[in-house]
Nanobody, 113 residues
Framework: QVRLVESGGGLVQAGGSLRLSCADS????????MGWYRQAPGTQRELVAS?????NYPDSVRGRFTISRDNAKNTWYLQMSSLKPEDTAVYYC?????????WGQGTQVTVSS
């Protein structure tokens, strides 16, 4: 089993930056792909960054969002810059493992105009 605990959400003005953290524990050696997702009210959860050895981003965030990991801290990060009001959502980290998919609890990001 893998446990994911997120932190770092909050309120930021448009154009600002925010860094989300996702601390992992448990059978982390089973993680194949780590992803960051977001879900705004009334919409489906969408992938905004992933890392399976290579990083991938949708056009909507490419160049503004960066996924990374600090192995010493067992923590994944999502660095977000040039934030826009449409980036407002609950952000989740998710891990695809050999035993299934695990989710963090989510953290709210609100970007004011």
């Amino acid at each position: 089993q893998v446990r994911l605990v997120e932190s770092g959400g909050g309120l930021v003005q448009a154009g600002g930056s925010l860094r989300l953290s996702c601390a992992d524990s448990g059978r982390t050696s089973s993680i194949k792909t780590m992803g960051w997702y977001r879900q705004a009210p009334g919409t489906q959860r969408e992938l905004v960054a992933s890392n399976d050895g290579t990083t991938n981003y949708p056009d909507s965030v490419r160049g503004r969002f960066t996924i990374s990991r600090d192995n010493a801290k067992n923590t994944w990060y999502l660095q977000m810059s040039s934030l826009k009001p449409e980036d407002t959502a609950v952000y989740y980290c998710g891990a695809l493992t050999t035993r299934g998919y695990y989710w963090g609890q989510g953290t709210q990001v609100t970007v004011s105009s």
